[in-house]
């Protein structure tokens, strides 16, 4: 039975991770601007001061979004890290990272299209998930690696980012992208992975 201290964590946790559910959908359907502290806690059916009680204000629960998005980015990092050096390498990173792509990634990522400036504020206080990428990069090619190979490297990493956009004012599914996306990456490692580190 668990104890009264991690009942209460627990509905804590669950009130923010819902928080941030609604309002990652809002901001995506309304644009960041445009959407108040007000219209959050309306779609949450709570007062603006319980909300406050987890976020302190809308840049917040963007940082805290961005977060979750470089949580994963150091998990792949992680995870790189464990693996063999082979030459096939940089495609089963990037295939594994485009495989974990949720709707929520997505929505994260076409938030962070949509909001630039907020985008830029996040990046001076290194809470980017570019940013991030920069440990996978460094993981994936060696140090005598040139700035063609370094570029490759990223392109097979920002292929859904790639489909995101080729995909405004079309009927693409979120399915269409994440599978053109893969098939961007394999077409883009097929070539050789010369840039990758040998252990």
Do not use: C
């Not at 809002?26 to 007000?38: C, D, H, I, M, Q």
């Not at 917040?60 to 979004?65: F, G, N, P, R, Y």
């Not at 990173?93 to 907020?118: D, F, K, Y």
């Not at 790639?162 to 097929?190: F, K, N």
């Amino acid at each position: 039975m668990s104890s009264p201290a991690a009942r209460g964590r627990r509905p804590a946790a669950e009130t923010r991770a819902e928080i941030l559910g609604v309002a990652l959908d809002l901001f995506t359907e309304k644009g960041y601007e445009a959407t108040s502290v007000r219209d959050i806690s309306e779609a949450l059916g709570v007062t603006k001061s319980a909300l406050y009680y987890h976020f302190r204000n809308k840049e917040e629960i963007v940082a805290s979004l961005v977060a979750e998005r470089r949580e994963e980015v150091r998990e792949l990092a992680a995870w790189i890290s464990a693996q063999p050096r082979t030459p096939g390498l940089v495609r089963e990173a990037a295939l594994r990272w485009i495989a974990g792509t949720t709707p929520e990634r997505l929505a994260m990522m076409r938030l962070a299209q949509a909001n630039q400036p907020v985008v830029r504020r996040l990046s001076e206080n290194a809470a980017d998930v570019p940013g991030a990428f920069e440990e996978v990069v460094g993981l994936l090619v060696d140090e005598h690696a040139d700035e063609q190979q370094r570029l490759a490297v990223r392109m097979a990493f920002d292929t859904v980012r790639a489909a995101l956009l080729a995909a405004q004012g079309t009927a693409a599914t979120d399915r269409d992208v994440v599978e053109a996306a893969r098939r961007a990456t394999v077409a883009l490692t097929r070539s050789g992975e010369g840039g990758t580190a040998d252990r």
